[in-house]
């Protein structure tokens, strides 16, 4: 199940396998193969194999590596997932690696932003330009 599943507004709660409610705070890294909600405050690198949502009052002291994440609260370290929605509320100190990113307005970003050239809309591009070319060439 998608995170950013357009045809629901609200996340879905039963895809959230953990959750770390605020007042929470772990030293050191979490791995997990599920969903997970934090809340609370993570001082260590956070590995989640399928998605994260890093709620407003949710604080990462790390760097964070998913498949999709949604941040409302902050993070300070780098971010390496395949699709990235930042809130209104959220606010990243770090560098971006990402096929695919979703930014609100009044989100807060410092870092340098990676996207990956494989994806599927960035091929598609590339094959009109190359098309686009070898039809000048031939009308000239």
Do not use: P, Y
């Given at each position: 199940m998608s995170v950013f599943n357009k045809k629901s507004k609200a996340i879905d709660?039963?895809?959230?396998?953990?959750?770390?409610?605020?007042?929470?705070?772990?030293?050191?890294?979490?791995?997990?193969p599920n969903f997970v909600r934090i809340d609370g405050q993570v001082n260590g690198d956070v590995k989640i194999e399928e998605g994260l949502i890093l709620g407003e009052t949710g604080v990462v002291h790390g760097n964070i590596f998913t498949r999709e994440i949604i941040v409302y609260g902050t993070v300070n370290g780098n971010i390496?997932?395949?699709?990235?929605?930042i809130q209104s509320t959220g606010k990243i100190n770090g560098d971006i690696k990402t096929q695919t990113l979703q930014v609100e307005m009044g989100a807060v970003y410092n870092g340098k932003i990676s996207t990956n050239g494989n994806n599927i809309a960035n091929s598609e591009h590339k094959a009109t330009v190359k098309r686009i070319k070898e039809q000048v060439e031939e009308v000239a």
């Open positions: 709660q039963q895809v959230i396998s953990t959750l770390i409610s605020t007042g929470c705070v772990i030293e050191g890294n979490i791995k997990a390496q997932a395949d699709a990235l929605r």
